[in-house]
């Protein structure tokens, strides 16, 4: 299952990329922004599982 999990992350790479993006929209920017954190919060939840997986 870790090895699944540690392909999948890798694989997906998690690419932030809206982090770099110019946004003049503020609606845009405002969304943007907000899956960005809830990507943040994916990761570092993933990465938390494959730790506990590798035990």
Do not use: G, W, Y
């Not at 997906?12 to 405002?30: G, I, M, Q, R």
């Not at 960005?36 to 035990?55: F, G, V």
Request: proline share 2%; aromatic share 6%; charged share 40%.
């Amino acid at each position: 299952m870790t090895r699944i999990l540690t392909h999948f992350f890798k694989k997906c790479n998690f690419n932030l990329t809206s982090t770099e993006a110019d946004l003049k929209d503020p609606e845009v920017k405002k969304l943007a922004d907000e899956i960005i954190e809830t990507q943040k919060k994916e990761i570092k939840k993933m990465n938390q599982m494959i730790e506990r997986l590798q035990e």
